[in-house]
Nanobody, 124 residues
Framework: QVQLAESGGGLVHAGEFLRLSCVHS????????MGWFRQAPGKEREFVLA???????YYGDTVRGRFAGTRDNTKNTFNLLMNFLKPEDTAVYYC??????????????????WGQGTQVTVSS
């Protein structure tokens, strides 16, 4: 099983930038999809973005145009770059890995492994 560890969460003001990082342990085959999800108190886990092995990026509707992802398969890292943060972006952010390339990538059930999560708080 892939081990994932997130870092970079914290408290920022609205409009600011924050970068989250995820490092995964190396297996014989690197995960096909790496994803970021978030979960705010009282809400369901929400898809943020995913990047596939070839670098193709897929965004959730609420973050498109503000967030971006980068992935380095040689370093086993996956970053979430969050611009123009809003108070409604406040949530625990989770890194996830999906080892196969069939099926979907937008729901939490599509993923095999998860990190522990990192808190992001955006003040108004």
């Amino acid at each position: 099983q892939v081990q994932l560890a997130e870092s970079g969460g914290g408290l920022v003001h609205a409009g600011e930038f924050l970068r989250l990082s995820c490092v995964h342990s190396q297996l014989a085959v690197s995960p096909y999809y790496m994803g970021w999800f978030r979960q705010a108190p009282g809400k369901e886990r929400e898809f943020v973005l995913a990047i596939d092995w070839h670098g193709g990026a897929y965004y959730g509707d609420t973050v498109r145009g503000r967030f971006a992802g980068t992935r380095d398969n040689t370093k086993n890292t996956f970053n979430l770059l969050m611009n123009f943060l809003k108070p409604e972006d406040t949530a625990v952010y989770y890194c996830a890995a999906k080892t196969n390339d069939w099926g979907g990538y937008r729901t939490s059930g599509d993923y095999d492994s998860w990190g522990q999560g990192t808190q992001v708080t955006v003040s108004s």
